[in-house]
């Protein structure tokens, strides 16, 4: 991979999980093991939004989980911004920003304590931390409420806390899985609008989502995911030509699986 | 290597701890309530404690018994007055607790004689009987020689308020700091840990490029000195509260005389102790998705524990073997530091011990924190 324009560069990866006898019970499996990731390739360039595109239990997340080294892949390897998710862990997780509803800000601090906390974990000089944080906050409207504490603030402002602190060190590549769950409209826009100026900005986004209208207006590329393969990889405007991306998904996933239930 | 990230870590727990009101409440209120309710309750106690049956019957050793001492004995309460073979005998009756007095008269002895006669009365103010025993002896002495002297008393207390002092340290000693140490590190390890997990926080250091040993080293250090604080905070109010509990005035009891030795080697016993328990708390708390389901866990190790710190009652002459095991080596080795018994290889062993432990399971969350079972695990 000798593209200097690919910011993420995912080939063949594979992630299979081990079930215990209650998941199996719950599948209604008698396999003990789920592949979850099965030999994904696909690869986003700088400045772009990449956005992968499954339904539940497709594999987005764990896809995710391994590009932010918080798993390791059974097979495979992924770059980012040249590092080896595999060798090169704690430099990917350095030009990384990485969100997802799993993670959470510390109820007991407060925005303005968190920001410093992962500044410091990013090692990032103090007045480029006092900068950083006071244009942030600003751009989110966290400033009004950077010394309440993170317990007293509504989900919405929570989420943007989680967003701000997790670009403390301006990551290239922003890894974001399912960015509007569970968001209220105003801040749904809020964090679409954000992710738009980061692109503009130059940075990579790389989202994972169930939400096909999201696709259709941030992504400049997807990658449509069915049982941990890649079913498609296409152009958004390209791939939605002559069909919405929902009829192309489930032309996609009828062929697939043999039909849709 | 870069510290920044163990040290960001470790301000963190801290401003965690020392932020929060209700955690710093629960940890050091315990220290203060045990001082108040041991002072009052020794206050109490110890009127109960002291009495001595009113059907007991002194028994008095005696070599050179004169007449009147039976009879002037009697009127104060049941004696029964011994003749003793020699001061040896007699002694070793008075130790062996056959008898609550030892008295030696001068032959033929007369108390209305004057001369230099010398009476000499030995007895163990650690027992009450023996000394009552000497208080009633030495009151009807002293009422004989009314209006002027004309013998000497010579009373020789047989007890050793150090050795007593430190024998009952030594027993309740060890389990006390145990358990104080213990109970300070699981009020703090499970909620840094297993809490963090809940909460879905943890995971947000590990997508920084801080190091998974910086951020198990930063947790244990932080919890160590938090739960040390707890302990040393609940120790002290048990100290300056045990001479009250156990009578110190009235009996002479209270914290003995130990050394700056003793001190700093105790001190060194119980950094380790708790680097220990704070090392294995946090590996247990991380196996459980819940501050719930680690404190489940941490239970049957209260247990252990509070077993470990009474096991030094019956670990007189420890083979250095057991020193090898941690936190039964901290309890056997606070019981030697508490009992005047210092025995320098077996604090060297402890303490080496305990570390190596310590490091060996702090290697292990580490290696904790990078799986993904133990992080994800549902």
Redesign the interface.
Same mark, same amino acid.
């Given at each position: 991979m000798a593209d200097t324009e690919i910011a993420v560069f995912a080939e063949n990866l594979k992630k299979t999980f081990t079930l215990s006898s209650k998941?199996r019970k719950l599948d209604k499996t008698t396999e003990k093991k789920k592949v979850a990731v099965n030999g994904l390739s696909f690869s986003a360039k700088k400045g772009e939004i990449y956005g992968l595109l499954g339904p539940n239990g497709a594999g987005k997340t764990t896809t995710l989980?391994m590009l932010?080294?918080?798993? @390791?892949p059974d097979g495979g390897d992924a770059l980012i911004s040249g590092h080896s998710v595999r060798t090169d862990a704690?430099?990917v997780?350095?030009s990384?920003g990485?969100l997802t509803s799993?993670? @959470?800000?510390?109820?007991?601090?407060t925005p303005s304590?968190l920001f410093d906390?992962?500044s410091?974990?990013?090692?990032i000089p103090t007045h480029v931390r006092d900068e950083r944080k006071k244009q942030l906050f600003e751009r989110f409207g966290i400033d009004e409420f950077q010394e309440t504490k993170i317990a007293d603030l509504s989900t919405g402002m929570k989420q943007k806390v989680s967003i701000a602190?997790?670009l403390v060190h301006d990551p290239d590549v922003v890894i974001f899985d399912e960015p509007t769950n569970g968001l209220d409209v105003l801040t749904a826009k809020s964090v679409t609008d954000f992710l738009l100026e980061l692109k503009e900005r130059g940075k990579t986004v790389l989202l994972s989502t169930h939400i096909f209208s999201l696709v259709e207006k941030i992504c400049d590329r997807v990658g449509i995911i069915i049982d941990g393969k890649m079913a498609v990889e296409a152009n958004v405007k390209e791939l939605t030509k002559e069909k919405s991306l929902e009829d192309v998904f489930f032309d996609v996933y009828a062929a697939a699986k043999g039909g849709v239930k | 290597m870069k510290l920044? *990230?163990f040290l960001?870590?470790l301000k #963190?727990e801290f %401003?965690?701890f020392f #932020?929060?009101r209700r955690l710093v409440v629960s940890l050091f209120l315990p220290g203060l309530l045990i001082y108040v309710l041991y002072s009052l309750m020794g206050n109490f106690i110890v009127d109960g404690m002291l009495g001595v049956d009113e059907e007991y019957t002194y028994k008095v050793a005696c070599v050179n018994a004169p007449a009147f001492l039976e009879e002037g004995l009697s009127s104060m309460g049941d004696f029964e007055v011994i003749e003793a073979v020699d001061a040896e005998s007699g002694k070793t009756s008075l130790a062996e607790g056959e008898v609550d007095l030892f008295a030696v008269f001068p032959q033929n002895f007369d108390p209305m004689a004057g001369g230099s006669q010398t009476v000499e009365l030995y007895f163990d103010t650690v027992k009450t009987e023996s000394a009552m025993a000497y208080e009633y002896v030495n009151a009807l002495l002293s009422a004989l020689q009314y209006g002027e002297p004309r013998f000497t008393v010579n009373a020789v207390d047989l007890s050793d308020e150090e050795d007593m002092s430190g024998m009952i340290f030594s027993m309740i000693g060890p389990m006390l700091v145990m358990m104080m140490l213990f109970t300070g590190c699981i009020s703090v390890a499970p909620e840094s840990i297993a809490g $963090?997990k809940e909460? *879905?926080?943890f %995971?947000?250091?590990? /997508?920084?490029? /801080?190091?998974r040993s910086h951020i198990a080293l930063g947790k244990i250090a932080a919890i160590s000195v938090i739960a040390l604080l707890s302990g040393a905070c609940s120790f002290l109010g048990i100290m300056l509260s045990l001479p009250k509990l156990m009578g110190g005035e009235a009996t002479g009891l209270g914290i003995p005389s130990y050394t700056f030795g003793d001190y700093a080697l105790l001190f060194g016993v119980v950094i380790s102790t708790v680097l220990v328990m704070v090392s294995l708390v946090s590996v247990v708390s991380a196996f459980a998705k819940s501050v719930k389901e680690a404190s489940g866990y941490v239970g049957p190790l209260t247990a252990i524990v509070a077993l470990l710190g009474i096991s030094t009652m019956f670990a007189e002459n420890a083979p250095v073997g057991l020193f090898f095991i941690p936190l039964l080596n901290s309890a056997i080795a606070m019981g030697e530091v508490f009992s005047f018994a210092v025995n320098p290889l077996h604090a060297v062993v402890t303490l080496l011990v305990n570390l190596g432990g310590s490091a060996v399971l702090c290697f292990l969350l580490t290696k904790m924190f990078d799986s $993904?079972k133990i992080?994800?695990g549902?």
């Open positions: 998941q989980r932010a080294t918080l798993i @390791k704690e430099a997780r350095a990384i990485f799993e993670l @959470k800000p510390d109820d007991f601090f304590y906390f992962f410091n974990l990013q090692n602190v997790s | 920044s *990230g960001t870590i #963190k %401003a965690r #932020k929060d $963090e909460r *879905g926080t %995971a947000t250091m590990l /997508v920084t490029p /801080v190091k $993904e992080i994800f549902k």
